[in-house]
């Protein structure tokens, strides 16, 4: 596990560094209003994606992880299901959005074209699962890193050709670029573990039983991770949003990198320890999680006030407030992801559900409570609000399942004294990784 962390960890640095290149030249070159309509047309597409799952993803690692014998089963059913939903959710989604979004004709066009994405994005986040219950991280690594990358590669060529714009934008990156990475996912999964429709009826009925009983808290957290742009995007104006996305882009670097740390290899890597490994190995992580980030989000928020305009430009200088609110809780935020992994690995997925519901209810209550005085603030308020309460539920149940609350917060020293030595580890190998390759060239 330490392995695959500092590894993904490393790659997500990488992701990390572009997705903040990619959100300083659409800052820069789209203007926070043009920032604030790309930002509210392509919310809608991710939370119809993820409402379109019904939380079949997770139900593939999970199934797959404990019954190896029937993968190939699962992974032909999750191939017809995934792209039935993914249609279903794309025809919810153009059905509904000019009742959201009316009288608003350019940002509701940007909308319903970011909304052709949705099957693609269902099926590859199914196909990202069938990866990982094989333990093939590395090409779930390669799938992360490919991202960025392609949103790096379409910006620049839209910028070059003079036809940076959000439309061109959503087309070029959600729609073209989802569907290769879809196409590329689809390929890797057939390659290692051919697909059979034997026994469709069982194995789809399997996958939809445990993906329902994991869709309730992929429901709320789905919505808790969009109801503040979602929010304002109805609410307020797009520059309003632009600054939004800004102070929330910087605010994330944490829980982007972490989050996309730990969800290559966690939820497989926990079920395949003991109830006893799992409680240890999660109080080491929180603890150390909790120190080492907040250490880093405090130094960040120092920053803010001479960093933010000097790399987006004087126009986001209001965007520092919310920016350093974000980061302040960003440390909450990756804990309570952290133990919300274990608990779906001891089966407690309606407990997941019902904290993030209260979770989500509480920040919303904050956001739409706080936003005639606030504004914008308001959205940063409520994800402050909506993570301390789930932070504490989990606390709770995590005590009453038998994780020691003392050992969330105690960092051993062995911990301490061992991270140069993993450090030095991982420069070693990857010095040999370079090193083959020069010699393979």
């Not at 392995?3 to 960890?9: D, R, Y």
């Not at 000019?98 to 196909?127: K, W």
């Not at 005639?372 to 539920?393: D, F, M, Q």
């Amino acid at each position: 596990m330490k392995k695959l962390f500092l590894s993904s960890f490393a790659l997500n640095i990488g992701v990390l560094v572009l997705n903040l290149v990619t959100g300083i030249m659409m800052a820069r070159w789209l203007g926070s209003y043009g920032r604030g309509e790309f930002a509210a047309a392509t919310r809608w597409a991710s939370l119809l994606t993820g409402l379109s799952a019904l939380g079949l993803p997770g139900a593939i690692i999970y199934l797959g992880k404990k019954h190896a014998d029937k993968q190939r089963e699962l992974f032909g059913s999750y191939l017809i299901l995934g792209l039935s939903f993914g249609l279903v959710g794309l025809i919810v989604g153009e059905s509904i959005l000019p009742l959201l979004m009316n009288g608003e004709n350019e940002g509701l066009n940007y909308a319903r074209i970011a909304m052709l994405s949705v099957p693609f994005a269902v099926l590859a986040d199914g196909l990202i699962g069938t990866l990982q219950s094989l333990n093939q991280f590395k090409r779930v690594m390669a799938l992360r890193a490919l991202s960025p990358i392609g949103s790096l590669l379409v910006i620049v060529a839209l910028e070059a050709t003079g036809n940076l714009n959000p439309r061109n934008l959503v087309i070029g990156f959600i729609v073209l670029w989802s569907f290769l990475l879809m196409a590329l996912a689809t390929f890797w999964a057939i390659k290692s573990l051919k697909p059979t429709l034997r026994s469709f009826a069982a194995s789809g009925k399997e996958l939809l039983g445990s993906g329902v009983k994991i869709y309730g808290g992929s429901l709320v957290n789905i919505f808790g991770g969009n109801f503040d742009q979602l929010i304002l995007s109805l609410a307020l104006s797009p520059y309003a949003l632009g600054l939004y996305t800004v102070a929330s882009s910087i605010g994330g670097i944490l829980p982007s990198v972490l989050f996309g740390a730990l969800n290559v290899f966690l939820l497989p890597k926990l079920m395949d320890m003991d109830k006893e490994q799992r409680q240890r190995k999660v109080e080491r992580m929180h603890a150390l999680m909790l120190y080492g980030t907040a250490v880093f989000a405090v130094a960040v928020s120092a920053l803010l006030p001479f960093a933010l305009p000097l790399l987006y430009g004087q126009e986001y200088k209001p965007a520092i407030g919310m920016a350093a609110l974000l980061l302040c809780v960003a440390p909450i935020r990756i804990c309570c992801q952290m133990m919300m992994y274990y608990l779906h690995t001891v089966g407690r997925f309606n407990t997941v559900s019902i904290s993030e519901a209260a979770s989500v209810g509480g920040g919303l209550l904050g956001l739409l409570v706080l936003m005639p005085v606030a504004g914008a603030t308001a959205a940063a308020w409520g994800i402050v609000i909506a993570s301390l309460l789930k932070w504490g539920v989990y606390v709770a149940v995590l005590r009453r399942e038998g994780v020691r609350i003392r050992g969330l917060f105690l960092v051993h020293k062995s911990d301490i004294r061992r991270l140069p030595e993993l450090l030095n580890r991982y420069r070693s190998a990857y010095a040999r990784r370079k090193s083959a390759l020069a010699a393979k060239q």
